[in-house]
Structures are given as structure tokens and as C-alpha cells.
């Protein structure tokens, strides 16, 4: 992560000396990225067509469609609850240097020598989802082609996403809110690392259990449920000793790990794990708190997969 920052330094430094050259770019151009994309992260990008999404932090592409076709099919293969993604962002320089996000051809950079046809992006690039269709291809049928156009930062819809972000996420530290981002943003991946680099320099008990717990969070998204369950079961070892017995956090954390056995197939453990959360939330939560809408429908959907459908209309 911090090896990514420090490289934001030579790409604007290129892309200033690209801007002043006669071979700059004006007029807009198309480049390419590939890689897996988890399907719960997918059907939420579907939902948001029309919508803004962000690549976070460093973002590589390349005008090669073929070596990004193939990124994508390398993302598909690696897990099954995994697809492929292949994007493809027309670019407006206009846009870029009007809303100052530098960009840079780096096949024509010795820095970079060895990237092919590459062209990197700063961070906090956002674009608009323009079209989202399945790709006819003959080694896998989880191909998706996701058409994006760059937005600049004084789009009114960007002002309002970047808003609503800072009001879902409260945490303290820059680094933790970042990782949130990431999340709420689709990049499990780059929120792992983040979170991993956190959780190896904690230095108190409830930074690591914060941590971990994103981290099983992070994990659940990318459908990597037994690491996901041993982060969430590491936060909560450490939160059962930190915190009162009946406090919220607790329920949290026994309805994660519940939901991840719900994911796994394991519906008996996922269950006791639903239903200790409920119990917590009986003591901790007012009648009317909206967590216990969660803990009901959460036990009535496992007794549904396990064919209790009685249980599953009382719950």
C-alpha cells in the first residue's frame, strides 16, 4: 500500500512532462482493465447502472483488450463464487486535466519499463457504469463487459456519493475510513491489504478486533468464508474479554460469523450464531431498534434453507 502511494509522485511528475509534449492526447480514447469480481459485488454493480463507481487507488489499464481479456479470465478461474470483469473506460483529457487527475502512458517512460502498453490513473478516479453486457467467449461463460466513461470532480452526483460515504463511515483514523471506502466501493482486494497492513501495526486490543472484523467482512465479500470466519471469530475473542457481556458489538460479530455458516451450507451453526445475536440484542437495544429486523429475517432465511418453512414464517 504504501509502496502505491509513493509511486502517485512519479506519475504525476510523467504526466505533467506528457501534457507539455506534441504527442499528448486530446482527443478522447478507450483503454482496458480485466479482473475477477465477486457476484455479490457484481449484482450490487448491476443495480447501480447509470451510477458512479471508483477504482480507489492506483489504477492500472492498458490499451491492449486482449492482455486484459485475459486478466479477466484469470480472475473468473481462481474461485467459483468469482467472475470476470472486463472493463472498458473511454477516457476524455479534457476531463483530466480540467479535474486535475493525471494520467500516464508509461510505455513510453523507461520508469516503467516492462508495462506494455499500460497507461495508469491517480487515485480516486470515478467514472460512470454506461452499459454492463455478458461477452460470448469460449473458455468460460462468467465474462462480463462493463463500459465506463470518466467523470470529472465537479460532477454534482460525485459531491453527493463522496457525502453519503463520509456519513456511513465513522470511523476515527483516515486509514480505517479508507478501508471502508474500498469496501462500499466494490475492492475487497485493495481493502485487504489495507486492512492487513493496519492489523500487523495495531497497538491496542480494540484496534485489532476493529480490524480483523473488517477484515472477515472484506473476506465475506470476496467469498473466502473460512477466512472470513476465522477474522470475525479473532475479533470476537478479543471483544468478549474487552466488552460487557450483552454489548452490541458482540451481537455484530455473532451475526457475522452466523451469516458466513449461513454462506458455508452450515445451517445449525449458523443458527446458534443468529439466535446468541438476538439474545444480546434483547438486553442491549431498545424494542424498536432495527437490528432486530435483521436478526428475524436472518433465522427465518436459514430455517427456509433447511426446509423448516413453518420456522421460517413464524421467525
Known amino acids: 500500500m504504501y509502496h502505491m502511494l509513493y509511486e502517485q509522485l512519479p506519475i504525476e511528475k510523467l504526466y505533467n512532462e506528457q501534457q507539455q509534449s506534441s504527442t499528448k492526447a486530446t482527443a478522447p480514447f478507450t483503454v482496458f482493465r480485466g479482473q475477477g469480481f465477486s457476484v455479490e459485488n457484481f449484482d450490487k454493480m448491476k443495480q447501480t447502472k447509470g451510477g458512479l463507481m471508483s477504482f480507489n487507488n492506483f489504477l492500472s489499464t492498458s490499451e491492449n483488450r486482449q492482455v486484459s481479456v485475459k486478466f479477466a479470465r484469470e480472475g473468473a478461474s481462481k474461485n467459483p463464487s468469482m467472475i470476470g470483469i472486463l472493463f472498458i473506460m473511454t477516457i476524455d483529457p479534457a476531463i483530466c ?24 490513473f491517480t487515485t480516486h478516479t470515478i467514472f460512470r457504469i454506461v452499459q454492463i453486457k455478458q461477452m ?7 465474462l462480463w463487459e462493463v463500459k465506463l466513461t470518466l467523470v470529472g470532480n465537479d ?27 474500498l469496501i462500499q466501493l466494490g475492492e475487497p482486494a485493495k481493502a485487504e491489504q489495507l486492512y492487513q497492513i493496519l492489523l500487523e501495526k495495531a497497538s491496542s486490543d480494540e484496534d485489532r478486533a476493529e480490524y480483523s472484523h473488517q477484515l472477515g467482512q472484506v473476506y465475506d465479500d470476496m467469498g473466502e468464508y473460512s477466512k472470513a470466519l476465522s477474522s470475525y471469530e479473532q475479533s470476537l475473542e478479543i471483544w468478549k474479554v474487552a466488552l460487557p457481556p450483552n454489548h452490541p458489538d458482540l451481537a ?29 440484542r434483547k438486553i442491549a437495544l431498545s424494542p424498536n431498534h432495527p437490528d432486530f429486523a435483521q436478526s428475524y429475517n436472518n433465522i427465518g432465511l436459514v430455517y427456509n434453507n433447511m426446509g423448516e418453512y413453518s420456522k421460517a414464517l413464524s421467525s
Open 252 to 280: 455484530t460479530s455473532y451475526n457475522n460469523i452466523g451469516s458466513v455458516y449461513d454462506s458455508m451450507g452450515e445451517y445449525l451453526k449458523a443458527l446458534s450464531s443468529y439466535e446468541r445475536s438476538l439474545e444480546i
Open 155 to 181: 460532477n454534482h452526483e460525485l459531491n453527493a456519493l463522496t457525502a453519503h460515504l463520509r456519513q456511513e463511515i465513522n470511523w476515527t483514523t483516515g486509514w480505517s475510513r479508507l478501508g471502508g471506502i
Open 136 to 142: 460470448e467467449d469460449d473458455h468460460t461463460h462468467t
Open 97 to 120: 486535466f480540467k479535474s486535475s487527475i493525471p494520467y500516464v502512458d508509461v510505455s513510453k517512460d523507461g520508469y516503467f519499463k516492462g508495462n506494455e502498453a499500460e497507461i495508469l
